[in-house]
């Protein structure tokens, strides 16, 4: 008989101890193993490999807790594993229908009697018994009766016990210990014991890997990590538990005693903040007894500290539960961290999952969890709050004021689906307060609900509540009447932007939202005050992209738009950037991303403009944007037109926008840009009616200020176009007289049209003092122009070589504008001077042998810098630029500046 020294089989990795001792004790007499350990350590496995391995008859039974009131159900598994000649089969048969009668305690002892000498006649035998805590009382009689006769008899008998929180001392114990039991204990697998049985399925270099990541998610159950291994992609990369995981997962969990299981469902529901004491009373049980469950699955490492391994675990207990199971205990769960004083935010979770929740104290705590994930950005989490507490409110006044809250909640995600929202709040505004109503109109203007919005203003005005109309309102009052007047005027209480007021009240204690939109409206009445812009600035530096109902990116894009039309373009942009960094929400990314562009536009970065306005355009779609479209559309349709791209712009402008776009400040923006479009393709007639359209309604508006549109600027190249260069230079010279003496993009701009009206002898002084602000304010575009219009005159006064040198220069900055039109324009097929391709091949040939610093050098010379400005471009001195210049004339065989290959152009792009 070859039973003892059975080599291990594979898969039962860090069991060799175990196998060598059971094997060893094959052939030595009678002997009884009792296996323990966690529940899903392999016993099951050794049982079976055992019996395989061993040369001789074998009788199995498992035991189930539901077969507990079964009388001798485990004996009769053992006897049915037999091949009994017929004779002991038929009396076996008999003394189990014996058994199965009512017998006294005399006739009980006879059947035991008889069943072990049938069990023993069969020797050398192995007998196992799984799960022996399950079996039946008279079951665990025989299994007694037994144990004292197996001295003399070849029989091995195994029993394995999972762990149990609570052990009890049983006869069957008592008798183990009194025959000299061998007890063994299987523990989980070590990590080099779960890398083993990986290599096993996958080799070894891949299990090496997967190995730490293995460990943490199955604690080293063999049957989790084969349950990860079977989840795993055929080529396995990271560890993600699937559903063989959950399953091995619950199978282990519904083999422990039903009171392991309603810790771990007590445990899923609560979360990792659960302690002993919550377990608990959620679960009914004593502390004691959850204590010494945790301590069991602490064990079994199906817990780690007392918490789930993965996520996926967790998710795995609560989906397993009943529908109706689940949400009774997050119902209990939520009532029970309530009455503990739990913050709303731990407790808001478990009445969702509760559903229905319709206790007095249930809707407050929805509300302020709703508005601490405002306050973070997670506003689906905030909506579910929302939406569950507007359902089981039962006040109308309050729930009108939910609904509000639902509605802006949504909006920061979806505008399009909030405004699904707005009717029934338009019929209830009698019931909502003064912040609620103020919110309300905000959300029907950008929906282009304009007739709605001025009817929800005059319900509340006839309830004498002081929001508008001059009144004196709170705060979010004034604010939304400063708002009103330089965003949809038609609304507002005057015929121009109460500002002087607004100003006057503002103190330490203002809030951002009122300190916001005054800068934006004094910027728009009175032009780029520098108190207004220390305001914007101001409120940027603290400003962070949050949804809260007190700051929201409304706030922010009101301070943003305030530099931008005051002309602070690089104060905008860094904190433009940073809040596109930091924004997590599609309406907060797109509102900064429409700013970003309209700030790349008036710097003249053209790609980035269109870059970030389709940005803007796909996180939020034209629908979505409702008025606000002007914007994003106004500058995309810009850039792409000064691109050269006019079909891309055409396009642009047959996307359907709102009618009512038109009476909002973001109308102006489209206007505008449209009229750059038909102006670019020669229709210049409908440009000329968009800039005249403009400047109307900012006229109308009180909000004539450059910084916004420059729709005289405009209207001048439009007539400029037709001849009319009469009615061009009165509307420059009404441009310059409201810009005033200092500096601008628009000054610079009206300098450059103004220039063109004048006689060729006076447009160089013009056109160079233009290109010096434009250099200054850094729109790149315009100063193309200005320059293209500066090398222009010159070659009217035929001073050539200095036309061709700004010529030059103004192709550079125009390619890095990538304005390709203007760019074949100045340049055309990069040389339009027969006298330059003359010279250019032997000049080029030269250009091989120089240096770096000798090629950027030469580059910036032949644009036309000076010697000092090269200089502080490159952070050298003028005497090392000079020493450069030699060189580089006497290698490209040149004498004078004017003489530089067009070819150096290329070399342009890493010393800007």
Known sequence: MADRGAELPAGLVEREAQWDRLTGLLGTGGHVVRLTGPVATGKTELLGALADAVDRPHCAASCSRAERALPFGVVHQLFRGLSLPPETAERLDRVLEIGAGEVDERQLARVRHSLCRILLDQAPILVTVDDVQHADAESVEWLCYLLRRLDDADVLLVLTEVDTPRPGHSPLHDELARHGCVHLELPPLSEEGVAALAAEQLGGRRARRLAPKLYPVTGGSPLLVRAVLADLPEQPGEVVPGPCFREGLLSSLHRCEPDVLTVARSLAVLGDTASSAMIADLGGLGVAAVEAAIELLNAAELLEHGQFRHPEARAAVLADMSAEDRRA????????????????????????????????????????????????????????????????????????????????????????????????????????????????????????????????????????????????????????????????????????????????????????????????????????????????????????????????????????????????????????????????????????AAARAEIAVRRGELPVAVDQAQTALDLLPPTGWGVGAGLPLGSLIT??????????????????????????????????????????????????????????????????????????????????????????????????????????????????????????????????????????????????????????????????????????????????????????????????????????????????????????????????????????????????????????????????????????????????
């Not at 739990?342 to 478990?350: D, F, G, H, T, W």
């Open 329 to 592: 205990r997050s119902l209990a769960a939520a009532r029970l961290r309530h009455d503990q004083g739990a913050s709303a935010v731990e407790v808001a979770p478990y009445l969702l999952d509760a559903e229905d929740v319709h206790s007095p104290w249930t809707v407050p705590v929805l509300v302020e969890a709703a508005d601490h994930a405002l306050r973070d950005e997670r506003i689906e989490e905030a909506v579910r709050f929302l939406e569950l507490a507007h359902r089981v409110c039962p006040g109308t006044q309050e729930r009108a004021a939910i609904a509000a809250r639902l509605a802006r909640a949504e909006w920061r995600v979806n505008p399009s689906a909030a405004a699904r929202r707005l009717p029934p709040l338009v019929q209830a505004v009698d019931r909502l307060a003064e912040p609620d109503v103020l919110a309300l109109v905000r959300q029907l203007l950008w929906d282009g609900r304009f007739a709605e919005a001025k009817r929800a203003l005059e319900v509340v005005e006839k309830q004498d509540r002081p929001v508008l109309r001059g009144g004196r309102g709170g705060e979010d009052a004034r604010a939304m009447e400063l708002w009103l007047a330089c965003s949809h005027p038609a609304l507002a209480t005057r015929g121009q932007v109460p500002v002087d007021s607004a100003r006057r009240s503002l103190d330490l204690t203002t809030g951002p939202s009122l300190k916001a939109t005054a800068a934006l409206a004094g910027v728009l009445a009175y032009g780029p005050g520098e108190q207004v812009v220390t305001d914007a600035e101001q409120v940027l530096e603290a400003a962070r992209p949050s949804d809260s109902l007190s700051w929201g990116p409304e706030t922010a894009m009101s301070a943003l738009l305030a530099l931008v039309y005051a002309d602070r373009l690089e104060v905008a942009q860094t904190a433009c950037e940073r809040l596109l960094a930091e924004s997590r929400t599609p309406v907060s990314r797109a509102l900064f």
């Open 639 to 912: 850039a792409l037109t000064r691109m050269g791209r006019h079909t891309d712009a055409a396009k642009q402008l047959e996307q359907s926008v709102p009618e009512a776009m038109f009476q909002s400040r973001h109308g102006l923006h489209y206007l505008a840009a449209r009229g750059t479009h038909y102006l670019a393709t020669t229709r210049h007639y409908a440009a000329l009616a968009d800039f005249l359209a403009c400047g109307e309604l900012m006229t109308s508006w009180g909000l004539d200020m450059p910084g916004l549109v420059p729709w005289r600027t405009s209207a001048a190249e439009a007539w400029l176009r037709h001849g009319n260069r009469d009615e061009a230079r009165r509307l420059i010279n009404e441009q310059l007289a409201k810009l005033g003496p200092g500096g601008s993009r628009t000054r610079g701009t009206a300098l450059r049209l103004l220039a063109a009206t004048s006689q060729p002898h006076t447009r160089p002084q013009l056109l160079a003092e233009a290109v010096s602000i434009l250099e200054e304010h850094g729109d790149q575009y315009e100063l193309a122009l200005a320059l293209a219009d500066l090398s222009r005159t010159h070659q009217a006064l035929r001073e050539h070589r200095r036309a061709w040198t700004i010529a030059r220069r103004a192709w550079h900055v125009a390619n890095a504008c990538d304005a390709a039109e203007l760019c074949e324009e100045l340049l055309p097929s990069r040389s339009s001077k027969p006298e330059v391709a003359k010279r250019k091949t032997p000049a080029a040939k030269g250009i091989d042998a120089l240096t770096d610093a000798e090629r950027r050098v030469a580059a910036l010379a032949a644009v036309g810098y000076t010697n000092r400005e090269i200089a502080n471009k490159l952070f050298i001195t003028p005497s090392t630029i000079e020493q450069h210049l030699t060189r580089v004339y006497r290698k490209l065989n040149v004498k004078y500046r004017k003489d530089l290959p067009a070819d150096l152009l290329t070399d342009l792009a890493g010393t800007a």
